[in-house]
C-alpha cells in the first residue's frame, strides 16, 4: 500500500491525521518511497506536515481554506506528543458559540515543557502551559473524527481571565467573556469553584462580570466562594514591579486600565 491509498483508507475511517510511524506500519514501500511521495502530496496541499512526524490531511471540501476544524485532529495529535491537553479559551468560546471575534489560531492548553507554536500557513496552534491539568471541568466532546477535550464553559471564562496577558489583553477578550459567560450552568460554576486555586483570577472574573451585567447569580457565587478564606489587593492586569493600590470594590480589584469592550 502507498501513501495514497493509506490516506484514502483513513478517511473511510473519518480520521484526518496520521503520524510517520503510522505509515511505516501499514505501507510496505521503502522509506525513500514514502518520503517522496508524502513531498509530493505536500505539494500539491493535500497533506500538511504539522508537525515533525505527524501529517493532515485535507479532504477536498478543505482545500481551499487550506486547514482542517481542530477538532478532526486534535486527540491524536497529543497521542502522538504523549501529553495531555484541553480545547481553551477563544477556540473554545467559538465552540460554545462566542465567536464575537474571528480567531486566526487555535487555542490549546497542556503542561510543561512548553511546546513551540506551531505556524504552518492556516494551521495555527498556539500553546499555554498549565502546571497542573485540572481533571474537573473538562468535556469530553464528540467530533467526526472522534472525542476531544474541551474546557467547560466556567473554565473557558476563568482561563480567558486567566491567561489574559498573553492572549492580547482583557479588553481583546471581554466581548468573548460576555458571550461565553451565558453558557455557564450552576452546575458547571459550582464545580469550579470546589476546585479553582488562583483567588486573584476569581477576584478579576467576578470584577468583571459585574461590570458586563451578565449574571448577578454568578457573581454573588463567585464571591461568596472567596469569603471562605482571606483574599487580597490585585491589579485587574497583571503589571511587573506594581503593586495594587485601593479599590474601592468588594472584590479587591485595583482596575489599572480603561475597560473598552465593543459590544
Excluded at 489560531?105 to 491539568?133: C, M, S
Excluded at 466556567?154 to 496577558?165: E, I, N, R, S, W
Excluded at 452546575?187 to 483570577?201: A, R
Amino acid at each position: 500500500m502507498g501513501v495514497a491509498a493509506y490516506i484514502k483508507q483513513l478517511q473511510s475511517f473519518e480520521e484526518y491525521s496520521f503520524s510517520w510511524d503510522e505509515l511505516l506500519s501499514n505501507c510496505n514501500a521503502p522509506e525513500s518511497t514514502l518520503r517522496k511521495e508524502l513531498t509530493r502530496l505536500v505539494e500539491r496541499k493535500e497533506i500538511v506536515n504539522l508537525r515533525k512526524g505527524f501529517y493532515l490531511i485535507i479532504p477536498p471540501r478543505y482545500q481551499n481554506v487550506g486547514k482542517i476544524p481542530l477538532q478532526l485532529y486534535v486527540n491524536k495529535l497529543f497521542k502522538f506528543l504523549e501529553r495531555d491537553y484541553y480545547v481553551g479559551l477563544f477556540t473554545a468560546a467559538a465552540v460554545y458559540g462566542a465567536s464575537h471575534q474571528r480567531i486566526q489560531q487555535d487555542y490549546i492548553i497542556t503542561v510543561p515543557p512548553t511546546l513551540r507554536d506551531i505556524d504552518k500557513g492556516k494551521n495555527k496552534l498556539r500553546f499555554l502551559k498549565t502546571e497542573n491539568l485540572p481533571d474537573k471541568n473538562i468535556i469530553e466532546r464528540k467530533s467526526d473524527a472522534g472525542m476531544y477535550k474541551i474546557s467547560s464553559p466556567a473554565l473557558t471564562a476563568l482561563d480567558l481571565v486567566h491567561y489574559h496577558p498573553k492572549i492580547g489583553g482583557i479588553n481583546r477578550m471581554l466581548a468573548n467573556l460576555d458571550e461565553i459567560s451565558q453558557e455557564i450552568s450552576v452546575e458547571d460554576l459550582n464545580q469550579l469553584l470546589s476546585w479553582y486555586p488562583y483567588k486573584s483570577t476569581l477576584q478579576r472574573f467576578g470584577y468583571l462580570m459585574e461590570q458586563l451585567e451578565v449574571s448577578e447569580s454568578i457573581s454573588n457565587e463567585v464571591f461568596k466562594s472567596l469569603q471562605k478564606e482571606p483574599f487580597y489587593p490585585v491589579l485587574l492586569t497583571p503589571k511587573k514591579n506594581t503593586k495594587a493600590g485601593k479599590t474601592g470594590n468588594r472584590w479587591k480589584v485595583d482596575v489599572n486600565i480603561k475597560l473598552e469592550s465593543d459590544i
